[in-house]
């Protein structure tokens, strides 16, 4: 029924209460239920549009699929329990909230599932993302700007409820840092409810925003582990820096002993690098590291078969050559590319199982040997599960690098002391696969 149609008020839209004269509302036009309706439309449309929310207005709880897609049970509990966490504050946004996870695990989908929910209730949330952010109080110093300056970083500080998404994302200027600052600083001590989400480490934010959003008193931190949504499979966690694609033939079951090639000595360690390799892969814990003086004896298999058996499990592992690594980082400074440089570096540092093969085949410049130092440098102390193969002697490799290959305490150093695959024997099924 149209409101030209409506039996109460003929299409006017207001209507006189029939009610005592004592009655406050004597005599005075109101809404009618119709033109209520209609008023509550144009309110939520009017904070759709105030919110920024835009495409996003689709995302709510109901849509958020909170079991995944194929997830081990440990990811799937994970998940659900951000969700439930999330949806709980979204009744009562009270301090802040923030959801830190990897791209792509639905962590912008529980921010706009929370101003969805809180718009759907009557109440402003301002949702935005930091890059956008910062664009749009740029753009208010133009003279052509709508808006002042003043109005549009006000507006944004005293929101009733304020959702910032993607921190980290940013190009990290002078300024930015400082008009963050300004926000969160102001929210903090105002404590007003805020709402972030980043797939930063929360020890690489800037020092200031990071004592603010760590304070227990007044935030609560909801990691999600779940891998990206829009990749499905066995391999939806890997990174597309990995090329483990190209060696799903090399498993532990397709590992060559050559029991019928090796004298004994060769053969029993060889097989006791195999049993070496499958006990990393059921625990991956600290470093393992595969060294030789020759290519084509098993190194990148039973590398190779530890990634295949971590990812089968469900867990993620990055996989790849040195060389590509460094060519991957050095493509991050050409202006066409689309991935930063920070992001590439720090998607490496922090995997939770890398395996680098064939480490000593890089061209060693500074920049390189810099690189591979602060890569080292920064797993060997956070204990980070690390696979390294490499056929250099010990005292060639980077003495930096080296040093934390030999401790004993978090690295597992094993001489693989057989000669590159000849071919020939009995086994020929599966000989010449990855004998690097």
Request: with cysteine; proline share 4%; glycine share 8%.
């Amino acid at each position: 029924m149209g409101k030209g149609d409506c039996p109460h008020c003929g299409g006017v839209g207001f209507i006189v209460p029939d009610v005592d004269l004592t009655d406050p509302r004597f005599g005075k036009a109101v809404p009618c239920s119709c033109r209520q309706q209609e008023m509550q439309t144009e309110r939520f449309d009017r904070l759709l549009r105030v919110s920024q929310l835009g495409a996003l207005h689709s995302c709510t709880f109901d849509s958020f699929l909170s079991e995944g897609h194929g997830l081990t049970p440990d990811k799937q509990r994970n998940l659900r329990l951000a969700y439930e966490r999330v949806k709980a504050y979204a009744e009562h946004p009270q301090g802040w909230l923030v959801i830190k996870g990897g791209y792509g695990c639905g962590k912008t989908h529980l921010a706009a599932a929370i101003a969805n929910h809180v718009i759907a209730q009557g109440h402003l949330a301002i949702f935005v993302a930091v890059p956008d952010l910062l664009d749009h109080l740029r753009a208010a110093y133009s003279p052509t700007s709508e808006g002042s300056y003043d109005n549009r970083f006000e507006q944004i500080r005293n929101a009733p409820l304020l959702i910032l998404d993607d921190l980290g994302a940013q190009s990290n200027t002078d300024w930015a840092q400082e008009k963050l600052y300004q926000i969160f600083n102001y929210r903090y001590n105002a404590r007003l409810p805020t709402v972030i989400t980043t797939n930063e480490e929360l020890e690489a934010i800037e020092i200031r925003i990071q004592s603010r959003i760590v304070d227990t008193s007044s935030s609560q931190i909801v990691a999600i582990t779940a891998p990206d949504f829009r990749r499905s499979g066995v391999a939806q966690d890997q990174s597309d820096l990995s090329s483990l694609s190209l060696h799903g033939d090399k498993t532990f079951a397709s590992f060559d002993l050559r029991e019928d090639e090796l004298p004994k000595s060769q053969a029993d360690n060889l097989r006791r690098a195999l049993e070496t390799a499958k006990t990393f892969a059921e625990d991956p814990q600290d470093w393992l590291v595969f060294n030789s003086i020759s290519f084509g004896n098993g190194k990148t298999h039973l590398a190779a078969a530890i990634a295949n058996q971590v990812a089968k499990n469900g867990d993620p592992v990055l996989f790849i050559v040195v060389p590509d690594l460094l060519d991957h980082l050095r493509a991050t400074f050409n202006p066409a590319t689309g991935v930063r440089y920070d992001k590439r570096f720090d998607e490496v540092k922090t995997a939770q199982l890398l395996v680098l093969d064939d480490l000593g085949t890089e061209s060693a410049t500074a920049w390189a040997r810099e690189k591979l130092y602060q890569l080292f440098n920064h797993r060997y102390n956070a204990r980070l599960p690390t696979v390294i193969t490499t056929a250099l002697a010990i005292d060639e490799i980077d003495p930096r690098l080296a040093s934390r290959m030999l401790d004993g305490s978090r690295c597992t150093f094993f001489v693989l002391e057989v000669p590159s695959y000849r071919g020939g024997g009995k086994k020929k099924g599966v000989r010449g696969r990855g004998r690097k």
